[in-house]
């Protein structure tokens, strides 16, 4: 997408920051681990924080964090449910802090929001020497069919490319992270994936996958046509159609190091 377009979806998760928080996944433990392995200290920064998803799993991971999130609304939200983590408002291309302050800089689901080009040497100005940048995303696995069956019924508004295993390894494999060489200070990118689940019902299911970015930018009757045809998908798939189950999911990292 352009960078309207991008400015757009990434300025629409406000209206649905309640929900957000209540039906978004959480990241996992062995996906934070690694991506803060070898990381030169404990002082963290939790980038386009959104409502603290990440930033409770940094925080339980024994973390320093401090959490920067653009929409006041998300913000509200993280201050809420974690007030005793240091919530500033600021964005990837502004980030409020001194330079060389923190030893990584996380961001989950949000890198791909970035301009990198402006955020890049932010993100190096704040790091200290050694320090790591990485981006987590929660991929649902459509290696399972019913789930391939899932993306299909919801379509790319639902679903998109970058939500699937092949999908983001191919779309982060060049993408997202700092050019390397000596002006953006950054080694090579790697890549890595850890196995994650949420448990779910149909209707949060639906809930879950209504606060995703092109969902919230659809006209109303696209969007509660596209939730209509997911729910009744969910209804006739015996894995989904009783109770709660099991969302198969990865968690994808993105990892750089400063030099």
Do not use: C
């Amino acid at each position: 997408m352009d960078d309207g377009e991008r400015l757009i979806h990434a300025s629409s998760f406000g209206t649905a920051a309640a929900s957000y928080a209540e039906h978004r996944p959480d990241y996992a433990q062995a996906a934070v681990r690694w991506a803060l392995e070898n990381a030169p200290g404990p002082r963290v920064l939790d980038l386009g924080a959104g409502t603290g998803k990440l930033t409770a799993t940094l925080v339980a991971a024994g973390a320093q964090v401090i959490a920067v999130e653009p929409d006041p609304a998300m913000l509200a939200e993280l201050r809420r449910s974690l007030p005793a983590v240091r919530g500033l408002p600021g964005s990837a291309e502004a980030i409020p802090l001194p330079d060389a302050s923190v030893d990584a800089v996380l961001a989950g689901n949000a890198m791909h929001w970035f301009d990198m080009a402006v955020a890049g040497p932010e993100i190096a100005r704040v790091l200290a020497p050694g320090g790591l940048l990485a981006g987590l995303w929660n991929l649902v696995d459509d290696r399972v069919d019913w789930v391939a069956g899932l993306a299909r019924a919801g379509g790319s508004a639902a679903i998109g490319p970058r939500d699937t295993p092949a999908g983001w390894r191919a779309g982060t494999a060049g993408a997202h992270v700092p050019k390397t060489g000596a002006p953006a200070r950054f080694g090579s990118p790697e890549q890595a994936e850890f196995p994650h689940g949420q448990r779910r019902t149909a209707d949060s299911l639906v809930a879950t996958l209504a606060t995703r970015a092109g969902m919230l930018v659809m006209p109303a009757g696209e969007r509660e046509a596209a939730l209509v045809r997911i729910r009744a998908f969910l209804a006739r798939t015996p894995e989904t159609a009783r109770g709660e189950f099991t969302l198969p999911m990865l968690t994808g990292v993105l990892r750089v190091r400063r030099r």
